[in-house]
């Protein structure tokens, strides 16, 4: 036996001497044991001390390697991995999670030793399997990690009922350890479609190694891009190439995107037409950009030319379009945009004149495009009209990139966009794009009158032989009845008005929000009257008396109008509120007059200008506190609405709002926590998101934001405890949100400034806890059991001594209520830390007068030794940072009911 152990020794120490120390022990075995029996009964005595060492050892895992190996040299007429395997078996079940750790960890060894070809009884074959299985859903994710490892040459990915291939997909979806996942990850086969799916929705997993694991998994086992969907590969590179991890983007470039470039030779073209182009035309460019960045440019440029779309000129240097309109597909218009922009970016002028012909040539090729395809018959089948919209977006794009300091080019390009937009068999999709390329050849006022110019002539299109006599005057063509026409007349507006983004209203956009809005505004027609609403809420953010006489309109709309509609008005309404403000937005017309005549005034003039107008401020101001109750009430009730798309938008427009300063309200904010944690939201990943990131930055942005986080953790806590059985919010874990909030309500993470500021105000964690403990002595013993827990949560400094007395003076109340034992426990645990407190800020203190108060803290009535919490909390008191919050300048609000909130004034940032 001492030799056995001398050689295990030698062997724990380098495995360069592992074959010599085999060897070693076969001669061992021939002299000093009767049987191989004996032998590894011998091996497992000394194996044991290896056993019971918990923690991650070099030492321990070379000698558990060195004895799979040892093993795996004894098959015949010994089998030695079964026997070792049926001595490990019941020490997985052991209750020392060292022993579980290990004998997991050799078992997963010796059947990664065995040969292709080795076999195992049929009735150790099951004990294996169920107790790997079992070690599957070990409460130590080690474990669970060495036993998914152990699984791997026990499943079976062409049996759909295999339990391993299910344990694995169960645990890759559902284990809260990512090192079990990763482990899944590393050794599961993909070879059915489950698994498939299952590494697939592992790359939007939350853990970053995680994510990057599943892209390589996928790019070594599914290496034909066939074997995927047209979705899972949007979605795949989609996903990777933007993740916000560099370590990811790269494993999905190179594991996942090289493997599929090879698999078709380098062709991106073919790679673009395995793709949706036509409607991941952003995904498309971000893959085909990396793909130009890992090559040469003069190689792409020699690629492209295979293609044959241009050809070069006998004549002059340049090229010309060799394809006919017919002949152009979406791939190849997506690459060769693509490449233009990307030598554009590189300023390759000599490569981009291979590829790209002069403006008027484009122009020319672009015109017979619309003549060609722009006809009633294609438009009237819905694939070959998004086909047609696609091409053509994409060839005014290359035009852009054209040389246009040419006067021919440019004044091409300039008659080419006005055609299409006079063109009534433009999609109405191609219009943004066209609308773009105008503003960059004109400046605003230009395109101002080229976009009333274009409105007139689509409502009363002019003789060719009197377009340049004829004076076209907006309010004597505004008059056309068709819904075709008038829609695209607002989307012309919508589209010129969102890019150019004027400071005013000039008296063209007047007559146009006159004569061709307000008339849309009331029009039958639902998608009407949403592009008309965009149409005003653009015209309004360039003038608050706009905004001001149409903000109940707004409301409207978002209230009671149809759901497309409902979406504009919302964009609108939190857009002018983001501008303004609402004490400009809700103030009463008379005001706003009275301040533009004042500052024309004298001071003799002005007084008189006060004394007849107090009348109208009054009743300016009880107009807009009713308006700003309305908004209230219209976004607590659209946080509820029955559509997704509303319940998001309004969500993502009230925390802008909060987020920015211009809405401080409990209520909403409550909602929003509400909303964040309630299951209905789960599939809502836009939500999801926004609300996820808001919630943090809001409170840790600013002390104030703190303290109204701060005001709605116990109304929020109430609600999940007062629910009915029927609501969504039953399955919501109080705890869970109980630590949520109180992590957001920790001054450590507030943002600090240059200069730190003194505290001069009570803890935000002290004005919850005593709201929380005068909430635990009206509930019921469960209620007051959960309280007590978040009062545990809290940290509630011995700076703050208000708190600190009032909390005592209500634990004593609470103490005589309580009679069970576990709430009773929870009660003198949060005691003993006000004790704490108070000592701390006793001892920071010593020139405390004699006279001066001293609280009292009972003693438990449970007879529990509360010396080692108390203990432990002046331990972890010491460690605690101070952190004295700022204290941010008061600024005037619109006060409102305190369940309602405040709206923020106009000059907050």
């Known amino acids: 036996m001492n030799e056995l152990s001398s050689v295990f020794t030698e062997a724990q120490r380098s495995i360069h001497s592992h074959n010599k120390l085999h060897q070693k022990l076969f001669q061992l075995r021939g002299k000093r044991f009767l049987s191989d029996e004996s032998f590894f009964d011998g091996v497992f005595n000394v194996l044991r001390y290896a056993l019971i060492v918990w923690e991650r050892q070099a030492a321990v895992d070379r000698v558990i390697d060195f004895t799979a190996r040892l093993a795996a040299q004894f098959v015949d007429p010994f089998d030695a991995v079964s026997y070792l395997l049926t001595k490990l078996l019941p020490l997985t079940e052991s209750a020392e999670k060292a022993v579980r750790y290990r004998s997991t960890q050799l078992i997963g060894r010796l059947l990664d030793s065995m040969d292709t070809e080795g076999q195992l009884d049929d009735e150790l074959w099951q004990r294996l399997q169920s107790t790997v299985l079992a070690r599957g859903r070990d409460k130590m994710s080690a474990v669970r990690g060495l036993a998914v490892g152990a699984m791997e040459r026990l499943q079976d990915p062409t049996n759909p009922h295999c339990p391993v291939m299910a344990t694995y997909i169960q645990l890759a979806e559902t284990d809260s350890s990512p090192e079990v996942r990763k482990a899944v990850l590393e050794h599961i086969a993909i070879?059915?479609?489950?698994?498939?799916?299952?590494?697939?929705?592992?790359?939007?997993?939350?853990?970053?190694?995680?994510?990057?694991?599943?892209?390589?998994?996928?790019?070594?086992?599914?290496?034909?891009?066939?074997?995927?969907?047209?979705?899972?590969?949007?979605?795949?590179?989609?996903?990777?190439?933007?993740?916000?991890?560099?370590?990811?983007?790269?494993s999905c470039r190179d594991s996942l995107l090289?493997?599929?470039?090879?698999?078709?030779?380098?062709?991106?073209?073919?790679?673009?037409?395995?793709?949706?182009?036509?409607?991941?035309?952003?995904?498309?460019?971000?893959?085909?950009?990396?793909?130009?960045?890992?090559?040469?440019?003069?190689?792409?440029?020699?690629?492209?030319?295979?293609?044959?779309?241009?050809?070069?000129?006998e004549e002059v240097p340049g090229c010309n379009i060799a394809v006919k309109p017919s002949e152009l597909t979406s791939p190849l218009v997506m690459y060769w945009r693509c490449l233009?922009?990307?030598?554009?970016?590189?300023?390759?002028?000599?490569?981009?004149?291979?590829?790209?012909?002069?403006a008027s040539v484009v122009c020319q090729f672009v015109s017979s495009f619309v003549d060609e395809h722009l006809t009633s018959d294609i438009l009237r089948m819905p694939e070959l009209a998004l086909t047609v919209e696609f091409t053509l977006k994409q060839l005014l794009v290359i035009t852009s990139l054209c040389d246009l300091s040419d006067a021919v080019g440019r004044r091409s390009f300039h008659e080419l966009l006005r055609s299409l937009l006079l063109n009534t068999s433009l999609p109405l999709g191609v219009i943004d794009t066209v609308a773009e390329q105008m503003l960059k050849l004109n400046n605003e006022q230009d395109c101002t009158e080229e976009m009333i110019s274009i409105i007139s002539e689509i409502e009363m299109p002019l003789d060719s032989d009197s377009h340049d006599s004829q004076t076209i005057s907006l309010s004597h063509s505004l008059s056309h009845d068709d819904p075709l026409t008038t829609l695209r007349c607002l989307t012309v507006a919508c589209e010129f008005i969102k890019r150019m983004k004027p400071a005013s209203l000039s008296a063209s956009l007047r007559s146009l929000h006159v004569l061709l809005v307000l008339p849309a505004v009331q029009n039958e027609d639902p998608v009407i009257r949403t592009q008309a609403i965009t149409a005003l809420g653009l015209l309004a953010m360039c003038d608050v008396t706009l905004a001001n006489q149409h903000i109940v309109l707004f409301l409207q709309a978002a209230q009671l109008d149809d759901e497309c509609v409902q979406i504009a008005a919302l964009c609108g309404l939190f857009d002018l509120i983001l501008i303004f403000g609402f004490d400009r937005l809700l103030e009463h017309p008379k005001q706003t007059e009275r301040k533009k005549e004042g500052e024309e005034l004298s001071d003799a003039e002005m007084s008189g200008a006060d004394a007849s107008g107090?009348?109208?401020?009054?009743?300016?101001?009880?107009?807009?506190?009713?308006?700003?109750?309305?908004?209230?009430?219209?976004?607590?009730?659209?946080?509820?609405?029955?559509?997704?798309?509303?319940?998001?938008?309004?969500?993502?427009?009230?925390?802008?709002?909060?987020?920015?300063?211009?809405?401080?309200?409990?209520?909403?904010?409550?909602?929003?926590?509400?909303?964040?944690?309630?299951?209905?939201s789960e599939e809502l990943t836009r939500l999801t998101g926004c609300l996820g990131t808001f919630l943090p930055m809001f409170a840790f942005a600013s002390r104030k934001n703190q303290e109204c986080v701060g005001e709605v953790v116990v109304p929020v806590i109430k609600v999940l405890l007062e629910c009915p059985a029927m609501s969504p919010l039953v399955a919501v874990d109080v705890n869970n949100v109980a630590q949520f909030l109180t992590h957001l309500t920790n001054s450590e993470y507030l943002q600090r400034g240059k200069e730190e500021v003194t505290e001069t105000r009570g803890s935000v964690h002290g004005a919850v806890a005593v709201a929380a403990c005068k909430e635990a002595l009206t509930g019921s013993s469960d209620e007051t059991r959960c309280w007590l827990k978040l009062l545990n949560m809290l940290y509630v400094p011995p700076t703050d001594k208000e708190a600190v007395e009032t909390l005592v003076g209500?634990?004593?109340?609470?103490?005589?209520?309580?009679?069970?034992?576990?709430?009773?426990?929870?009660?003198?645990?949060?005691?003993?830390?006000?004790?704490?407190?108070?000592?701390?800020?006793?001892?920071?203190?010593?020139?405390?007068?004699?006279?001066?108060?001293?609280?009292?803290?009972?003693?438990?009535?449970?007879?529990?030794?509360?010396?080692?919490?108390?203990?432990?909390?002046?331990?972890?008191?010491?460690?605690?940072?101070?952190?004295?919050?700022?204290?941010?300048?008061?600024?005037?609000?619109?006060?409102?009911?305190?369940?309602?909130?405040?709206?923020?004034?106009?000059?907050?940032n």
């Open 191 to 250: 070879q059915s479609l489950v698994a498939k799916e299952c590494v697939i929705s592992r790359t939007r997993d939350t853990s970053e190694a995680v994510r990057k694991l599943a892209f390589q998994t996928l790019g070594q086992q599914v290496t034909n891009i066939k074997s995927y969907t047209i979705s899972e590969r949007v979605q795949l590179l989609q996903d990777g190439l933007s993740d916000r991890s560099e370590y990811v983007r790269k």
């Open 340 to 358: 233009c922009q990307h030598l554009t970016e590189l300023q390759g002028e000599e490569l981009l004149d291979r590829v790209l012909p002069d």
């Open 614 to 680: 107090s009348a109208a401020g009054g009743e300016g101001e009880e107009e807009g506190q009713n308006t700003t109750e309305a908004i209230l009430s219209i976004m607590s009730a659209l946080l509820d609405n029955d559509s997704p798309d509303v319940r998001t938008l309004c969500a993502e427009g009230v925390a802008k709002l909060l987020l920015t300063g211009r809405l401080v309200s409990k209520r909403l904010l409550s909602h929003l926590v509400l909303l964040w944690y309630n299951p209905t």
């Open 258 to 313: 090289h493997t599929w470039m090879s698999g078709i030779q380098y062709d991106a073209c073919e790679l673009l037409d395995r793709l949706d182009v036509e409607n991941s035309s952003d995904v498309c460019r971000l893959v085909i950009n990396e793909y130009f960045k890992s090559s040469q440019p003069a190689f792409v440029v020699a690629q492209f030319e295979q293609l044959g779309i241009v050809e070069e000129r």
């Open 810 to 908: 209500l634990c004593n109340e609470l103490r005589q209520c309580v009679d069970d034992n576990q709430t009773m426990k929870m009660l003198t645990k949060f005691s003993s830390s006000l004790s704490t407190a108070v000592t701390c800020e006793s001892s920071e203190t010593p020139d405390m007068p004699v006279d001066s108060p001293v609280v009292v803290i009972e003693t438990s009535s449970s007879g529990i030794d509360v010396s080692e919490t108390k203990e432990r909390n002046q331990k972890s008191m010491k460690t605690k940072r101070k952190t004295p919050a700022k204290e941010s300048q008061l600024q005037s609000f619109f006060e409102c009911d305190d369940d309602i909130g405040s709206w923020g004034s106009s000059s907050e």
